[in-house]
């Protein structure tokens, strides 16, 4: 099959080269130049385990390529992707689908075939209807469907689940279409992949409620770990206690400091002005963004009270500042709350991140980036540990205890025991556990 992608972003660029491995043709298109050229060369723009290699070995088979021509690209395809970004718009938090709309134009204009054009994006209810209306304005003529067919990859793995996904959704109402894009996830048929096929506006929908329910998951942990602060539990027990119930389910359940990311601060924030404009408010997801904006900003004053109340003069190590481990993202990340506040109230911050100090620079000034994990820590009144990556998991604790000038460990991902922490010389403070002093 003849794909097209349009817009190389995260999801279009994995989405694209997962295609082209499937054996089809794939061109993905973007109106960046420059980003255009790099692909080309071999260059790809984000962080993303496998995605260099699996670029390189498909535009060796003749089977990728990149281009900045839309209308080019478009003649002939099969299925063409709009996989353009959908911000948050500024003011409302609605999704901006000015790119969306802009592309579905472009698309319109240069088809000459029937083409399945397939909304990736992640788009409210009724986009899809949106984008056909569009197309058929411009182009009375054309024989063409509109299907949703919404991404559910997550960064740091996005080659393995989109390889290997729990589901494919795909929302139209046209035989024909579903069998095109039964075509173009046949791999994934013979892996006995389940396939949601459904109206276009419920597959727009499921997108949303499966972020808003993993938000809210997350959401529900971090709180029950600021009661068992309270009452004494241990939360990391509680999320094995009730996870283990397959009804509930273990996954999602690792409290924190507040999900960040590309997806689920603005997916969230935009089903609640969804759901509100069509009279149905949910007071659950609203909860979840008020929650979990709230905790970001409350990790920074976690900190300052593990340092005694008190950061006027003192070093903070900082290790881990993108929202997750193996990306460069920076999306909504936790560190953008908290760096800003701690270095508000006086403290000098000394930060390393393995991928994402260059995109962190830009955004928070200030901080001093170091080379490696073990340079955040000289001198060091506290450490805070705020993303866990795995080389964070196993530092060398006698050397942490020797570079510090106070061995004080803020760990936000519970990535220590606190038993083992104590015993090193520590006074450890983690989420929803006890803190503990040094032995
Ligand atoms: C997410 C969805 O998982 C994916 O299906 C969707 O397509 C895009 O959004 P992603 O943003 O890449 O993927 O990351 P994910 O691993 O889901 O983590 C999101 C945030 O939640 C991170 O900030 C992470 O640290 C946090 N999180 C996740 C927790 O705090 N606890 C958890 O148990 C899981």
Redesign the pocket.
């Known amino acids: 099959m003849r794909v097209t992608m349009v817009g190389t972003g995260y999801?279009g660029l994995v989405s694209g080269a997962c295609f082209s491995e499937f054996g089809h043709s794939v061109i993905c298109v973007d109106k960046d130049a420059s980003k255009i050229e790099a692909l080309r060369r071999g260059e790809i723009p984000i962080f993303e385990p496998g995605l260099d290699k699996l670029v390189a070995e498909n535009v060796a088979a003749g089977r990728l390529s990149f281009s900045t021509e839309l209308a080019d690209s478009v003649r002939g395809a099969d299925a063409v992707f709009i996989a353009v970004g959908t911000p948050s718009r500024r003011g409302d938090g609605h999704a901006d689908l000015t790119y969306v709309y802009a592309a579905a134009e472009e698309i319109a204009l240069a088809l000459d075939n029937y083409a399945v054009v397939v909304t990736k994006s992640?788009v409210p209810v009724g986009t899809g209807a949106e984008v056909e209306r569009r197309i058929r304005a411009l182009r009375p003529d054309l024989a063409f469907d509109v299907a949703s067919n919404?991404?559910?990859?997550?960064?740091?793995?996005?080659i393995e689940?989109f390889r290997r996904p729990d589901r494919v959704v795909v929302g139209t109402e046209s035989d024909k279409a579903r069998a095109v894009m039964r075509q173009l996830y046949r791999p994934l048929f013979l892996l006995e992949t389940p396939f949601v096929f459904t109206s276009r506006e419920t597959s727009e929908l499921i997108?949303y409620a499966?972020?808003a329910f993993?938000?809210t998951?997350?959401t529900f942990?971090?709180e029950m770990a600021d009661l068992c602060e309270k009452v004494g539990g241990d939360v990391q027990d509680v999320a094995r206690g009730i996870g283990l119930d397959g009804r509930i389910g273990k996954?999602?359940?690792?409290?924190?400091?507040?999900?960040?990311?590309?997806?689920?601060p603005k997916?969230t924030l935009a089903l609640v002005r969804t759901a509100r404009d069509a009279g149905s408010p949910s007071r659950i997801v609203e909860s979840v963004v008020a929650v979990n904006d709230a905790r970001k900003i409350a990790m920074a004053d976690r900190v300052i009270a593990a340092a005694g109340g008190d950061l006027a003069g003192k070093t903070v190590g900082v290790l881990g500042v993108t929202?997750?481990p193996n990306?460069d993202?920076m999306r909504?990340?936790?560190s953008l709350d908290i760096l800003p506040r701690l270095i508000a109230a006086g403290a000098t911050v000394r930060a390393y991140d393995p991928e994402g100090m260059k995109a962190a620079a830009a955004l928070i000034p200030g901080v001093t980036w170091v080379t490696g994990a073990y340079d955040t820590m000289a001198d060091a009144d506290v450490l805070v540990i705020i993303?866990?990556w795995n080389q964070f998991r196993a530092l060398d604790l006698s050397r942490m205890k020797r570079l510090m000038k106070v061995p004080v460990v803020v760990d936000l991902?519970n990535i220590y025991r606190p038993d083992e922490m104590a015993e090193a010389g520590f006074s450890y403070h983690s989420i929803g556990r006890a803190p503990v002093q040094a032995h």
């Open positions: 999801v992640t919404p991404e559910f990859l997550r960064e740091g793995s996005a689940d997108k499966a972020n993993l938000a998951k997350i942990i971090n996954k999602f359940l690792h409290a924190g400091p507040g999900f960040g990311g590309s997806c689920f997916d929202f997750k990306t993202d909504d990340a936790p993303t866990e991902r």
